[in-house]
């Protein structure tokens, strides 16, 4: 089977479709002529939504993608002289193809992490060479939440990484790919898992959720996006039809539909992490805190598995995958997919 026809499976949310209702907002901004390039009534709801939910303050600038809504908002708090510390597994190191150093010029300077989530006793090791020219100038920590492990930084831990920043004169970062699953594991609202516990800058993500495409950087504290419309364009990431961008998160917004999709999302991996956590031969290696499930199979029934429900290796040395649910995942498809898992074990 292709891989173009593959059954609602367990690769990546990002895998999934649009919601519908977001899809219905998208053809209802799709009226008539409005100015480009964000000077639009959908761009200035949009804004004020973000306002709501993060707090006043906020600065909200649209994007098209998440790797563009990392590095972009970190350039405007950094220099190519400065060093950005983030976990090993984070996207920053992993997954941009090394854009933060080509884009920024800085160095990434990472941190091993058991389970995706840094501490300040983790950073510590890079905490040295201030102010002596011979050395990257630490400025920016960032974090990722939900992490790419599927775990969750509490608000605690947030907050004592964001004083440390602070009391040294850096910023924090968080990106949130997945933020919205993170809120609902955590029970609270975007406001005070971000703005209220120390964030300067998120990177916000919608496109795991239910959305077609585009990312927010939102600036949490004054003064920080004063030169971020220069930094937008010349990153090639100013949308001329920015209507289309934003008027997603206008339905993202309304009636919470952001919860609706992420509760979801993260029942569905529990459910999953239930069904496959007593089944011998099987092994659960991360806690399950919102829309993944990190798992070890066998590798020769994870190959047979992932040809009609596909899912990626995440460390091949010890046989471990990322399951990854969504907001359109069903209970019908969990059921398939571990009634096929059982026979595939039973075979081998």
């Not at 990434?108 to 006793?121: A, C, F, R, S, Y």
């Not at 459910?271 to 806690?287: D, N």
Request: hydrophobic content about 40%.
């Amino acid at each position: 089977m292709g891989k173009d026809n593959l059954k609602r499976g367990f690769a990546s949310d990002n895998n999934a479709g649009i919601h519908p209702e977001i899809l219905k907002e998208v053809e209802k901004a799709n009226t008539g002529h409005v100015i480009g390039y964000g000077s639009d009534i959908y761009t200035d709801q949009a804004k004020e939504l973000f306002k709501q939910q993060l707090g006043n303050n906020t600065e909200v600038f649209f994007v098209f993608t998440g790797t563009a809504a990392n590095v972009l908002g970190i350039t405007a708090l950094s220099r190519s002289w400065n060093s950005v510390i983030t976990a090993e597994t984070a996207h920053l190191e992993t997954d941009e193809c090394g854009a933060p150093e080509k884009f920024i010029g800085c160095k990434v300077l990472t941190v091993e992490t058991p389970d995706g989530k840094i501490t300040v006793d983790m950073i510590g090791k890079h905490m040295h060479g201030f102010d002596f020219e011979h050395h990257a100038q630490p400025k920016v920590i960032s974090i990722t939440q939900s992490t790419e492990m599927g775990t969750v930084y509490t608000v605690q831990e947030i907050k004592k990484i964001a004083d440390f920043a602070h009391s040294r004169d850096m910023f924090l970062h968080v990106d949130g790919a997945r933020i919205a699953n993170a809120a609902v594991t955590l029970d609270l609202p975007f406001k005070a898992v971000t703005t209220d516990a120390g964030v300067d800058i998120l990177s916000f993500g919608g496109t795991k959720n239910g959305m077609m495409f585009g990312e927010a950087v939102c600036f949490l504290r004054p003064g920080l996006s004063n030169d971020f419309k220069y930094i937008r364009k010349q990153g090639m990431q100013l949308a001329s039809k920015m209507r289309f961008i934003s008027a997603q998160y206008i339905a993202y917004f309304r009636n919470d539909l952001w919860k609706k999709c992420a509760s979801h999302s993260n029942a569905m991996a529990h459910l999953l992490a239930e069904k496959t956590g007593g089944i011998k031969g099987l092994k659960i290696t991360q806690a399950v805190q919102s829309n993944g499930v990190f798992i070890i199979i066998p590798h020769d029934v994870a190959e047979k598995v992932a040809n009609q429900y596909f899912f990626y290796p995440w460390n091949e040395t010890s046989s471990e995958y990322r399951l990854m649910t969504s907001w359109d995942t069903t209970e019908e498809d969990i059921e398939e997919f571990v009634r096929l898992l059982r026979k595939e074990l039973e075979q081998s």
